[in-house]
């Protein structure tokens, strides 16, 4: 096996000698770790060769720029093609661009689906005319904390990917201080269903050029986590012209919402997460046809909102006082309401819980009144309180009951419904004595 295919293989084989210089294969896992595989060592690769998923960690490529990449005679071709390889894993390793533009092309004859760059720095600029019209297996690409130049100015690069690119399914580029996405850029990627650009530097007004017309046509999900997001309206601007979106993760963005907002999200919309944004209010409007819906994490005293479709409510972590209204989600079979403000379940609320499939309303004030502490016994015994039940139920009153778990509070006939018994002794005795 030539030093070619060894690059062509993993652009971390040749890096720099290092304290561990092998290849470490777990057969169970069909896992592969190589660290710092020099010249002398490369050897050890041999070990990768039944593997479905190889890593690299650690190198410096910068000498290898020079070095000579032919096309490959058709036994090398053969070999690779026989890999069982699936992904690639590069992480910690120093990319000269132009040796990962000459080297990328010949991953078009190994069935490596998935490639991933963890802790990188990408250097220099690459020469990518070597890939026009050029294909390759790989559906799915990640860059995790990465250091590249901005992507503006790189769209003649995308151009000439764009065979590859337009097939591409997932991407992930999270950790790695994008703070703008060319227009131009996701016009290329035509096939892409999953894009994760968690942990960046995006902001209000880097969304709608990022999402124009034509870009992302097929995106499903879409993950904006942890990023500079600031306005709820503005958000809905900037996705509103991807209508094939069913996911989109707001999470962990400070948010504010305009209550005279009229943007309309997009109508494919089914999960919505809006956990850790600060909201103290329902933002307005929701997407209408919501399934599943996460305000978790977040500072809202009352949620009383109305969607015909929704099937899953997280509100965790909150300031509410009271259950939201169940009627107003006729399909629902899930709500989270752990660590709120509740005290008290109301009977007529406790019904309609009951035709829930997962209620938790755990690490909650409760009063344990005859009806507090009944309403959430009989949820429990009819198997619809779910992670939590029993020890993180515990009375906050009345004091006699103070720090008692739920569970064990007695809710009988005779203690709770008292005038219930008395009442037909009290009419017995007086019919008993009319008859004397």
């Known amino acids: 096996m030539g030093v ?257 907002s009229s943007c309309q999200w997009p109508a494919s919309l089914r999960h919505f997460n809006l956990s850790n944004t600060g909201l103290e209010n329902v933002p307005t409007p929701l997407p209408p046809n919501l399934e599943v819906l996460d305000m978790s994490h977040n500072r809202l005293h009352a949620v009383d909102i109305s969607l015909s479709s929704l099937k899953k409510l997280f509100l965790n972590q909150n300031l509410l006082q009271a259950v939201p209204p169940i009627r107003n989600y006729p399909v629902l079979d899930t709500l989270h309401l752990d660590n709120n403000s509740i005290t008290e379940l109301p009977r007529d609320e406790v019904k309609l819980l009951g035709r829930l499939q997962d209620v938790a309303v755990a690490g909650n004030p409760f009063s344990c009144s005859c009806s507090g502490a009944g309403g959430l016994q009989a949820l429990a015994a009819a198997g619809h309180l779910g992670q939590g039940w029993p020890g993180d139920y515990r009375c906050h009153s009345p004091a006699q009951y103070q720090g008692w778990p739920v569970a064990q509070v007695p809710v009988s006939v005779l203690r709770c419904h008292l005038a219930a018994v008395v009442a037909p002794l009290c009419v017995a005795l007086a019919l008993l004595g009319l008859a004397g």
């Open 4 to 260: 070619a295919v060894l690059l062509l293989l993993g652009l971390g084989l040749l890096g720099a000698e290092g304290r561990r210089n092998r290849c470490f294969f777990n057969r169970t896992q069909e896992y592969c770790v190589c660290y710092n595989l020099s010249e002398e060592t490369i050897g050890s690769i041999i070990q990768c060769l039944p593997a479905t998923v190889v890593e690299f960690q650690g190198g410096d490529l910068e000498k290898y720029i020079a070095f000579p990449i032919e096309d490959l005679d058709s036994s090398t071709a053969e070999t690779l093609g026989s890999l069982l390889i699936q992904k690639i894993i590069f992480g910690n390793l120093l990319v000269p661009e132009i040796l990962l533009a000459r080297v990328l092309r010949f991953f078009s004859y190994t069935h490596v689906r998935e490639l991933a760059f963890e802790s990188c720095v990408f250097q220099g600029t690459g020469n990518w005319s070597g890939m026009d019209g050029q294909s390759l297996p790989i559906l799915s690409l990640s860059f995790h904390n990465v250091t590249s130049a901005p992507l503006t100015g790189h769209e003649q690069a995308f151009s000439s990917l764009s065979r590859w690119l337009e097939t591409l399914e997932e991407l992930a580029v999270t950790g790695s201080h994008v703070t703008s996405l060319p227009c131009a850029v996701g016009r290329v990627f035509r096939a892409l269903r999953s894009l994760d650009l968690a942990q960046n530097s995006l902001g209000d007004g880097s969304l709608a050029p990022a999402f124009c017309q034509g870009a992302f046509p097929q995106l499903q999900q879409l993950n904006l986590h942890h990023n500079n997001l600031s306005s709820y309206h503005s958000v809905c601007k900037g996705v509103e012209l991807l209508q094939e979106l069913r996911h989109l993760n707001l999470s962990r963005n400070k948010l504010t919402a305009d209550p005279s």
